[in-house]
Structure formats: C-alpha cells, structure tokens
C-alpha cells in the first residue's frame, strides 16, 4: 500500500532538505556500501516517507543510475504500486499498529528470491507501529538479510522501537530545514503568501509537510485557537477546568501534538519556572499519551482534554 503522506509526483524525488542524505544514500548504493538495514527517524512531517520511497524507487529502477528513471519496467511497476519485489509495511486500513502476522508474512517475502531483478525492498513505515512482538519477529532478518535485500525503517518516534531494532539498522536522521527553505517551499507547494506560509510553520514547529497538511485541511485558524489555550494555561491565565472544556472539542492525536509542542517552546527558551524537572517529566507524560494513542489505544472523550489541561496547568512560564 502506498502511503497518504507521499506526493503524487513522478518519478518520485526527495524533497529539497533531504537532497543530501538522498545524495550520501545513492553513493553509498553505488559503491556497493549500502547498509542492508536503515532506520530513517526524525520529527513527523518532514516528508521521511518520501524519502524512503524515492530512494526504494530507485533501488528498484532498471538504469544504473540510483535515482529512478521514471519509465523501465521496474518503476512503471512500483508507479502501479505493483512491484513484485518491493512492499510497503504499513498499519493496515482501520488500525493504528502492525501486528506480528504482518511482520511474518513481510520476512517470508524478503527472504524469498527476487522475481524480477536481484534485490529485493521492504519499507516500514510508521517503523514505532510495530507491537513489541512483531518487532522481535524482524530481529533475525534485520540482523542477517538475505542477498541484496535492503530493509527501509521510517520512524517519527524512533526513541519508541525496541533498543535490539534500532542497533541492527544504521541510523539517518532527517533534520527539519532551515525557516527560509521551509518557507519558500511550503509557498510554492500551497500557492500562498509568505505570511500565511509562516502562520502555518509556526503551528506546526518548523515542519513544512505537517504546515503543509494543516493549511490544505484548513486546520490552521482552529489550531492557532487551540495554540492560543495552550499559551494562556502556561501563563496562568486560563485554569485547567476551564481549559478542559475549552479542549474538549478537539481530536486527540492533534490536541497532544500541540500540547506537546507548547510546552516544549517554553521548555526550550527556558521560560518554565525552575526550568525545570517537572517541566520534562510532563512533557515525558505527553509523549507516552501520544505513542499510546498513536498505537491505537483510545481514551474517554473527556479524560484525555482534563489530563492535558491538568498536566499543562502544573507548569508556570516565569515572569507571568
Ligand atoms: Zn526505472
């Protein structure tokens, strides 16, 4: 299955911030060096699952050049996503996890020979969707892969797969672009103008795909509201019951993204009082919210609004 993320563009090309991990990747593969397993991690929405497809596209091309040609026979297969050799991990539609009959029939693939060309490519993504025990299911394969098989892992929570996964692959992290390039991208991709496009990369921390996503959804007048709770819990303006209704009306997943990216700016500038043990281990709270709600483990629909209020109205931004 192909990912939602990925733009319908072809052949497939990194975007312009990852052009030199895609460049260190292709010569890696060119002079016969590449790892049989790599993990690619950094923030969600900075386009990793481009990347990764990109990149698999090209190994999969029948030109010698690393990137894809766009038109042999191979790409034309992956641009039906019909490629016999390469397969697409992902939660199946409906749920949030990939479960160990999944990863089994996955290794059964990569083990199997290549059909078409020599290698073989299996590409998981999200990588931290895997329960524990399908994640211990690809410990042998990831070690020991068969041929010339390549194993692609594209996380946006790295710090979540179990520590035997992550030593097995080498490890790329993509790094969010500077303001400048992410703002004359996310220009040029939703057509708007240089005031909106920051509106949209401030909300979503600096990254242009998550910016991106926001603005094509509409989302961004509705977030900048929520941002704006988020503020006023943390300056002490707003009380947590008031907050929790406040917040009530909001999708989970998207309430402690925000949440979370609140309280790591005042964690960041120094602001929070004592800057501050507490302020850490709220923001470790948060993050277990979000992994547990991103494994599709799902909270009462009031609960979760009072436990963020809650857990934000604890902290204090100085000075306030
Ligand atoms: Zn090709």
């Given at each position: 299955m192909m990912p939602t993320d990925v733009a319908l563009q072809w052949p497939p090309a990194p975007l312009p911030w990852q052009e030199g991990i895609y460049q260190r990747l292709c010569r890696a593969d060119r002079a016969g060096k590449l790892p049989h397993a790599l993990l690619l991690s950094g923030a969600s929405g900075l386009g990793k699952a481009q990347l990764a497809h990109a990149f698999a596209t090209g190994l999969m091309?029948?030109?010698?050049?690393?990137?894809?040609?766009?038109?042999c026979e191979s790409c034309g297969l992956m641009k039906a996503g019909s490629h016999g050799d390469f397969r697409w991990l992902a939660?199946?539609?409906?749920?949030?996890a990939i479960g160990i009959d999944a990863v089994r029939a996955a290794v059964g693939f990569v083990q199997k020979t290549a059909a078409y060309g020599t290698r073989k490519v299996l590409l998981i993504e999200p990588a931290e969707a895997m329960t524990a025990q399908a994640a211990n299911a690809l410990l042998k394969t990831l070690e020991e892969p068969p041929g010339s098989s390549v194993i692609l892992l594209v996380s946006s929570q790295a710090g979540a797969l179990i520590a035997t996964v992550r030593s097995r692959c080498q490890s790329i992290v993509v790094a969010p672009p500077g303001p400048d390039q992410a703002q004359e991208w996310l220009m040029a991709e939703a057509n708007c103008a240089p005031d909106q496009a920051s509106q949209a990369l401030t909300l979503a921390d600096g990254r242009p795909v998550a910016a991106l996503n926001l603005m094509t959804t509409g989302e961004v007048a509705g977030l900048a509201e929520l941002s704006a709770v988020f503020d006023r819990v943390l300056s002490g303006g707003m009380d947590s019951s008031e907050a929790a209704q406040a917040l009530g009306q909001y999708d989970h997943g998207v309430l402690l993204e925000l949440a979370l990216h609140s309280l790591d700016k005042d964690l960041r500038r120094g602001a929070l009082v004592g800057a501050n043990p507490a302020g850490f281990r709220c923001r470790d709270r948060l993050q277990a919210l979000l992994a547990a709600h991103q494994r599709g483990i799902n909270f009462a629909r009031d609960t979760l609004p009072a436990e963020v209020a809650r857990l934000l109205a604890q902290q204090r931004v100085q000075g306030m």
């Open positions: 091309c029948n030109e010698t050049s690393p990137e894809p040609c766009g038109h939660p199946e539609e409906g749920k949030r």
